[in-house]
C-alpha cells in the first residue's frame, strides 16, 4: 500500500515537504508518481521518478518549484514544495507505476490535503 | 502538448444499461511497439482514483469485464456494458505517451 502525510496549511510562498511510505511490494522496482487534484476539479500529474531516480520529470505548472525524491532503503517516496501559490492547494496522490511497460498507476495512496492559503 | 478531450461532461445511466465514453487526443497515441498508450480510471466519490485499462484496452487486475476499452490513435471509448450503482463517479482517460502525462478533463457518471 501506499500513505501519503506530510499535508497542511501553509501561507503562499512557503514550503512543505510530503511523503509516501511504501509497502507490501518491492518499492526500488517500482517508478513512482505525484498526482494531484484540486478542490471540485480533475486530476493532474505533477511528477515521476524511476527506479533509481536517474529520471526524473516535472509539469510545466511546478517544475523550479517541486523536487521528487525517493529513499529506496526505507520505501519512501517525497515532494518537496517550495514557492507554493494558492493555485497548488490540492489533495495530492502518490501513485505506483506499473510493471508491465510503466505506463498505468496501478496503485494509489489515499491522498494529503495541501492548502495554500494566506 | 497532446491534448485529451473526454465526452461527454456528464452521463446520467439507468442500471443494467449500457454506458460509454469518448476520449479523443490531439495527437496520435499509437507506440511504435504497436500499442496505444492511453489509460482509463474511475475515481468514486470520496475515493482515490483506480485503474480500469492501460494501453488502450487492457483491463487492468480486478476489473469486471464489463468494462471494456477500445480505439487506437486519436479516438477512444470506455463502455459499460451494463452499468451498476457501484460504476458511479468521475472518469479520466490518460496519455502516457510524452514523458509529461496528461489527463482528460474526466466524464461525470451518475444514475438516473
Known amino acids: 500500500q501506499l500513505v501519503e502525510s506530510g499535508g497542511g496549511l501553509v501561507k503562499p510562498g512557503g514550503s512543505l515537504r510530503l511523503s509516501c511510505a511504501a509497502s507490501?511490494?518491492?518499492?526500488?522496482?517500482?517508478?513512482m508518481d505525484w498526482v494531484r487534484q484540486a478542490p471540485g476539479k480533475g486530476l493532474e500529474w505533477v511528477s515521476s521518478?524511476?527506479?533509481?531516480?536517474?529520471?526524473?520529470y516535472y509539469a510545466d505548472s511546478v517544475r523550479g518549484r517541486f523536487t521528487i525524491s525517493r529513499d529506496n532503503a526505507k520505501n519512501l517516496l517525497y515532494l518537496q514544495m517550495n514557492g507554493l501559490r494558492v493555485e497548488d492547494t490540492a489533495v495530492y496522490y502518490c501513485?505506483?507505476?506499473?510493471?508491465?511497460?510503466?505506463?498505468?498507476?496501478?496503485?494509489w495512496g489515499q491522498g494529503t490535503l495541501v492548502t495554500v492559503s494566506s | 502538448d497532446i491534448v485529451l478531450t473526454q465526452s461527454p461532461l456528464s452521463l446520467p445511466v439507468t442500471p443494467g444499461e449500457p454506458a460509454s465514453i469518448s476520449c479523443r487526443s490531439s495527437?496520435?497515441?499509437?507506440?511504435?511497439?504497436?500499442?496505444?498508450?492511453l489509460d482509463w480510471y474511475l475515481q468514486r466519490p470520496g475515493q482515490s482514483p483506480q485503474l480500469l485499462i492501460y494501453?488502450?484496452?487492457k483491463r487492468a487486475s480486478g476489473v469486471p469485464d464489463r468494462f471494456t476499452g477500445s480505439g487506437s490513435g486519436t479516438d477512444f471509448t470506455l463502455k459499460i456494458s451494463r452499468v451498476e450503482a457501484e460504476d458511479v463517479g468521475n472518469y479520466y482517460c490518460?496519455?502516457?505517451?510524452?514523458?509529461?502525462?496528461?489527463f482528460g478533463g474526466g466524464t461525470k457518471v451518475e444514475i438516473k
Open positions: 494501453l488502450g484496452s
Open positions: 521518478i524511476t527506479d533509481t531516480s536517474v529520471y526524473i
Open positions: 495527437q496520435s497515441l499509437l507506440h511504435s511497439n504497436g500499442y496505444n498508450y
Open positions: 490518460i496519455q502516457v505517451l510524452e514523458t509529461l502525462p496528461s
Open positions: 507490501g511490494f518491492t518499492f526500488s522496482h517500482y517508478n
Open positions: 501513485a505506483r507505476d506499473g510493471a508491465e511497460l510503466g505506463t498505468e498507476f496501478d496503485l
